[in-house]
C-alpha cells in the first residue's frame, strides 16, 4: 500500500488540512475576536452596556452555534457557490467552517475575558482609563493566557470540523479517511490519516500549553 | 495646621440602586466636607455603605442625588471626557492591590501615565522615581505574583502615586494585610501625605487606621453620616452609639461581669503620666477591680479607656468618684 501515489496523496491531505485549519482559524478570529469583545463589553453589567446589540450578537451566536457542523456543511452550499463559485475542494470548505467557527471563538474569547478580575478593572476606570483603553490595554493582555488556550482548542476544533467535510468532497486527510476507510474499506490507510491527524492535534495543543506557560506572568 | 481649603465635598449625596424587585438605599444625604492636606477617615462597619461612598467620591458609582464638588468643579455636570480627566487627579488604592498581573511593578506604574498618554520614556522616569518613593527598587521587575501582600500594595500606591492626584482614596487598604505591614503601610501613607502634601481618604473598617493616621473622621451607619470629628474627639467622647461601639468595640464582653456599678475612665492624653489608677487606690484606700483597659498612642499622646468595678458599698464607692472628679478625670458610670 506504501504506493509513492499513496504517500504523496497523503502528503496532499495533509497540506489541505493545514491549510483549511489555520485558514480558517485566522479568518474565523478576525470575527470572533471582536464579537467575543462585544459579548462582554456591552454586557449590562461590562465597561460599556449596550444591551441591545448584546442581546442580538448573543441570539445570533446561538443559533449559528445550535446547527450541527454537517448539517451547516450543506446548508450554506449555495452561499459558498455565490461566494467561491464551487463546493467542492478545500477553499470552499473554508467558508462553512468560518460560518461555524466564528461564534464558537466568539463564546471562547468571551468567557476567557470574564475571567479578568473586576477589581483591576475597576482600578483602570479609577485611573480614567476609557472603554477601548481597558479593552486593549487590560482585558486582553489580562486574558492572554487564557485567550492563548482558547486559541490551541478551537484551532484543534476547526481542524476536527475540516475532516467531516470530507462527507462534501472537501479535501484533506478527513477527506482521504472516508473515502478508503468507509467507501473501500482499506482500513490502513484510514488508520495512518487517524494517526496523522492526532499528531497534529497533540502538536497544537502542546504547543499552545508552551505557549500559554510563557505569556502566563503569574506562575 | 491644615489648610481649611475645601478639596473634596460631598452635599445631599444619596445613592439608590435599583434592582428588580426592590430599590436599595446604600447612601442617603451624606454632607462632608474634606479639606486639602487632611487624612479623613470613613468608618462603619460591613454594609454601611462606606465603599459606595468612596466611589461615589470618584464616580465609579454616579449617585443618584446630590453633588460632588472636586477641587471646584461639580463632577455631576462633567463631560464622559473631563470625568475621567479629573479621575487622574484621584488616586485610588484598594483591598485586593488590583494590580494588572501580567505586568512588572515598573509596567504597573507606568499604566496610568500611559493612559494619560505621556511619552513611554518619561513614564518609566517618572515610575522609577516612584519605586523610590515607596522603597522597592529592587523590585522593578517583579511580576505582582512573585510579591508580597504589603510589596503590591506598595506597588499599588506608587501606580496610584504616577499621575501627580491630589486626593489619594484607599479603601479597605490594609484590610488583607498583617498587623506589622498594616502599619508600614500606614506610615507610607501618612509619609506621602506630610511630603507630598497630598489628601488622603481612608475607608476602613478598623478604628485601629483611623487612630494611627487619621485627623479628622466621619463615622458611617445605616447609609448615614451618624458622627464627624476629630479623632482625638470622637475618640474619647464619642456621641453616636455606632461611634461608641467601634470605639469601645473591645469591651463588649463586660457586661458578663457580676457587680452592679462600673465605671469607666476616660484617658484623655491629658493625665497618661500620672499613675492615675494607683494613685486612686492609694488615696481611697479601696481596691478596685480592672475588668478592662485598652489603651493607644495617637499623636503621640496616650489614649484610652479602663473600665474598673466600683465597690458596693458607698463608702468606698464615693471616695473613687470623688477622686475622679477632684481629679477632673472624665469617667461615666456603667451598667
Known amino acids: 500500500m506504501w504506493s509513492e501515489a499513496v504517500i504523496k496523496m497523503l502528503g496532499v491531505g495533509i497540506m489541505e488540512t493545514l491549510y483549511m485549519t489555520f485558514f480558517s482559524s485566522f479568518v474565523a478570529y478576525v470575527i470572533g475576536l471582536p464579537v ?30 445550535s446547527v450541527p457542523f454537517v448539517i451547516l456543511l450543506i446548508t450554506v452550499m449555495p452561499f459558498t457557490r455565490l461566494l467561491i463559485g464551487t463546493t467542492i475542494g478545500s477553499t470552499a470548505v473554508v467558508v462553512p467552517l468560518i460560518i461555524a467557527s466564528a461564534p464558537y471563538i466568539a463564546r471562547l474569547v468571551e468567557s476567557s475575558l470574564k475571567e479578568v478580575d473586576k477589581g483591576v478593572i475597576e482600578a483602570a476606570q479609577s485611573m480614567g482609563a476609557t472603554p477601548l483603553q481597558i479593552i486593549y490595554k487590560v482585558l486582553i493582555p489580562e486574558a492572554m493566557p487564557s485567550l492563548i488556550v482558547g486559541g ?68 | 495646621m491644615l489648610n481649611q481649603k475645601p478639596i473634596v465635598e460631598l452635599s445631599g449625596l444619596g445613592k439608590v440602586f435599583i434592582s428588580k424587585n426592590n430599590e436599595v438605599k446604600a447612601l442617603e444625604d451624606i454632607n462632608l466636607t474634606i479639606y486639602e492636606g487632611e487624612i479623613f477617615g470613613i468608618i462603619g462597619l460591613s454594609g454601611a455603605g462606606k465603599s459606595t461612598l468612596v466611589r461615589c467620591i470618584n464616580f465609579l458609582e454616579r449617585p443618584t442625588s446630590g453633588k460632588v464638588m472636586f477641587d471646584g468643579a461639580d463632577l455631576g455636570s462633567l463631560m464622559e471626557r473631563d470625568l475621567l480627566k479629573a479621575r487622574q487627579s484621584m488616586g485610588m488604592i484598594f483591598q485586593q492591590f488590583n494590580l494588572l498581573m ?42 505582582p505574583a512573585q510579591l508580597s501582600g504589603g510589596q503590591k500594595q506598595r506597588i499599588a500606591i506608587a501606580r496610584a502615586l504616577a499621575t501627580n492626584p491630589k486626593v489619594l482614596l484607599c479603601d479597605e487598604a490594609t484590610s488583607a494585610l498583617d498587623p506589622t505591614t498594616t502599619r508600614s503601610i500606614l506610615n507610607l501613607l501618612k509619609e506621602i501625605n506630610q511630603k507630598l502634601g497630598i489628601t488622603i481618604i481612608v475607608i476602613t473598617h478598623e478604628m485601629k487606621v483611623i487612630e494611627e493616621i487619621c485627623n479628622r473622621v466621619a463615622i458611617i451607619d445605616q447609609s448615614h453620616i451618624a458622627e464627624v470629628g476629630a479623632v482625638e474627639e470622637v475618640f474619647v467622647k464619642p456621641k453616636s452609639k455606632i461611634a461608641r461601639q467601634l470605639v469601645f468595640s473591645g469591651e463588649t464582653h463586660i457586661d458578663n461581669y457580676i457587680g452592679e456599678r462600673k465605671c469607666r475612665i476616660i484617658f484623655d492624653g491629658k493625665s497618661s503620666f500620672e499613675p492615675v489608677i494607683s ?39 464615693y471616695k473613687i468618684i470623688n477622686y ?11 451598667r
Open chain 1, 36 to 65: 467575543g469583545i462585544l459579548l462582554v463589553v456591552t454586557d449590562k453589567e461590562g465597561i460599556a452596556p449596550l444591551v441591545p446589540l448584546n442581546k442580538v450578537l448573543g441570539i445570533i451566536v446561538n443559533l449559528v452555534r
Open chain 2, 279 to 317: 494613685n486612686m487606690v492609694l488615696e481611697s484606700k479601696t481596691p478596685v477591680n480592672i475588668l478592662f483597659a485598652d489603651t493607644k498612642d495617637i499623636d503621640g499622646k496616650a489614649f484610652g479607656q479602663m473600665v474598673i468595678q466600683l465597690p458596693d458599698d458607698d463608702n468606698g464607692y
Open chain 2, 324 to 334: 475622679l472628679k477632684t481629679h477632673q478625670i472624665p469617667y461615666e458610670e456603667v
Open chain 1, 152 to 219: 490551541a482548542i478551537a484551532v484543534t476544533t476547526i481542524l476536527s470540523y475540516s475532516a467531516m467535510s470530507g462527507f462534501v468532497g472537501g479535501g484533506g486527510l478527513g477527506d482521504i479517511a472516508i473515502r478508503y476507510g468507509y467507501y473501500r474499506y482499506e482500513t490502513e490507510i484510514m488508520l495512518v490519516t487517524v494517526v496523522i491527524l492526532v499528531i497534529i492535534v497533540q502538536i497544537i495543543q502542546e504547543a499552545g500549553f508552551k505557549w500559554m506557560k510563557r505569556a502566563d506572568k503569574r506562575l
Open chain 2, 102 to 143: 501580567q505586568r512588572n511593578a515598573l509596567q504597573n506604574i507606568c499604566f496610568p501615565l500611559e493612559l494619560a498618554g505621556v511619552p513611554k520614556k518619561e513614564a518609566k522616569n517618572r515610575a522609577k522615581e516612584l519605586l523610590e518613593i515607596v522603597g522597592l527598587t529592587d523590585k522593578a521587575k517583579a511580576y
